[in-house]
T-cell receptor, first 117, second 114 residues
Framework: NAGVTQTPKFQVLKTGQSMTLQCAQDMNHEYMSWYRQDPGMGLRLIHY???????DQGEVPNGYNVSRSTTEDFPLRLLSAAPSQTSVYFCASSYSAMSGDLTDTQYFGPGTRLTVL | GESVGLHLPTLSVQEGDNSIINCAYS??????FIWYKQESGKGPQFIID?????DKRQGQRVTVLLNKTVKHLSLQIAATQPGDSAVYFCAEKFGGGSNYKLTFGKGTLLTVNP
């Protein structure tokens, strides 16, 4: 298994440009999520999905859209990039906790480093 | 180094010593806790977890202690090695069913001196 993959690894955008950060997993995980990581802030949840066709907002969703048309893919879209969105973005996936088993480890991708000028 | 290390608490230890990294969590209803290791330029990597009905769990060279009374979590690394140098952060999980969320701490930078 490749695990969680993210593309691109690095990206530079100008203010106002749009782009999509790709995330894919091959572990048949139901739960997928996007985080951003900023210095001194830790990881903050942007959006998450508990299965294909279902998405919900996390802690910092403004300026980002997501969709989940398949179990494997969970792209993150920046509609109009702003300098405040300069960050490292991580995608993560895990088995659903539907069974009530709380040991639901999240597996993280390698990250996308985004700079908005 | 990566900018993720800026403004973080730091712990510097000698190779072979034991390391203790601490974490205070916020939600008394959290029922599951995880420690992650993040090396420079990489995504977080799972180390060890513990459920709220336990107060101690051991892995290979690592031990996690949970004190629910004071909402405190610690990670102990035995015989610390240079490869252990990384940012370590804890995460707390709360919420039922599949709509759970993880809240992450800001992390501690561990530096192992040879």
């Amino acid at each position: 298994n490749a695990g969680v993959t993210q593309t691109p690894k690095f990206q530079v955008l100008k203010t106002g440009q749009s782009m999509t950060l790709q995330c894919a997993q091959d572990m048949n995980h139901e739960y997928m999520s996007w985080y951003r990581q900023d210095p001194g802030m830790g990881l903050r949840l942007i959006h998450y999905s508990v299965g294909a066709g279902i998405t919900d907002q996390g802690e910092v969703p403004n300026g980002y859209n997501v969709s989940r048309s398949t179990t494997e893919d969970f792209p993150l879209r920046l509609l109009s990039a702003a300098p405040s969105q300069t960050s490292v973005y991580f995608c993560a996936s895990s088995y659903s906790a539907m069974s009530g088993d709380l040991t639901d480890t999240q597996y993280f991708g390698p990250g996308t480093r985004l700079t908005v000028l | 180094g990566e900018s993720v290390g800026l403004h973080l608490p730091t712990l510097s230890v000698q190779e072979g010593d034991n390391s203790i990294i601490n974490c205070a969590y916020s939600n008394s209803a959290s029922d599951y806790f995880i420690w992650y290791k993040q090396e420079s330029g990489k995504g977080p990597q799972f180390i060890i977890d513990i459920r709220s009905n336990m107060d101690k769990r051991q892995g290979q060279r690592v031990t996690v202690l949970l004190n629910k009374t004071v909402k405190h979590l610690s990670l102990q690394i035995a015989a610390t090695q240079p490869g252990d140098s990384a940012v370590y952060f804890c995460a707390e999980k709360f919420g039922g069913g599949s709509n759970y969320k993880l809240t992450f701490g800001k992390g501690t930078l561990l530096t192992v001196n040879p």
